[in-house]
């Protein structure tokens, strides 16, 4: 079964729009985490954020910011006032802590295309 | 500071042939992981490495592919018998520590053709 899923396959937005990507996982761990990761065209998967099943708190780094909601067991990713060099593919992650094994758990991906 | 090297960055094979991909991980990080990413997919964990040991060897998708890992520092990923479905990225990553809460770092890659 998928444990991390992203809807949207692919979003385009012209420069300066808002742009929200949704993330809904699933675990029975009662202590997880979960992550964003951007991968630019060139490849490289750059880490965004990482978040523990116990902080509900939202967080807002510069044109970045996150909603976590255990509830829906949802971690959205917003960017704010989108621009082009923030066009690549974003990954949503889950790390379980029962299996010992804490690899990441990915989800497809969202393509974010943004156009000046 | 180093970040997370692959080698070679490109590997194009013939099927059938065995091929053997390189990961050098951050410095003094204990963890290291091996992920594989089909074009236009998400990432598919293959296997974790705690210093030298994999306890986790489940994700490797057939007995032709194995890893090893020595003096807690370099790993190897070896396909051998390569297959065209065995076309992919291999993305490697290291932390710190293998606990969740340390943030994995990935290298860039190494893109495989099998032809």
């Known amino acids: 079964a998928q444990k991390v899923t992203q809807a949207q396959t692919e979003i385009s937005v012209v420069e300066k729009e808002d742009v929200t990507l949704d993330c809904v996982y699933e675990?029975?761990?009662?202590?997880?985490?979960l992550f964003w990761y951007k991968q630019p065209p060139s490849g490289e998967l750059v880490f965004l954020i990482r978040r523990n099943s116990f902080d509900e708190q939202n967080e807002i780094s510069g044109r970045y910011s996150w909603n976590f909601q255990k509830s829906t067991s949802s971690f959205n990713f917003t960017i704010t006032a989108s621009q082009v060099v923030d066009s690549a593919v974003y990954f949503c992650?889950?790390?379980?802590?029962?299996?010992?094994?804490?690899?990441?758990?990915f989800g497809a991906g969202t393509t974010v295309t943004v156009r000046a | 500071g180093a970040g997370v090297s692959q080698s070679p960055s490109n590997k194009v094979t013939e099927k059938g042939k065995d091929v053997e991909l390189r990961c050098d991980p951050i410095s003094g990080h204990t963890a290291l992981y091996w992920y594989r990413q089909r074009l236009g997919q998400g990432l598919e964990f293959l296997i974790y490495?705690?210093?030298?040991?994999?306890?986790?060897k489940s994700g490797l998708p057939s007995d032709r592919f194995s890893a090893e890992r020595t003096g807690e520092s370099v790993s190897t990923l070896t396909i051998q018998r390569t297959q065209q479905e065995d076309s992919a990225v291999y993305l490697c990553?290291?932390?710190?520590?293998?606990?969740?809460?340390?943030?994995?770092?990935f290298g860039p890659g190494t893109r495989l053709t099998v032809t």
């Open positions: 490495f705690q210093g030298n040991s994999a306890p986790d």
């Open positions: 992650a889950l790390s379980e802590t029962t299996l010992n094994d804490y690899k990441l758990s």
């Open positions: 990553a290291s932390s710190f520590s293998g606990r969740p809460s340390y943030e994995q770092y």
């Open positions: 675990t029975r761990d009662t202590t997880y985490y």
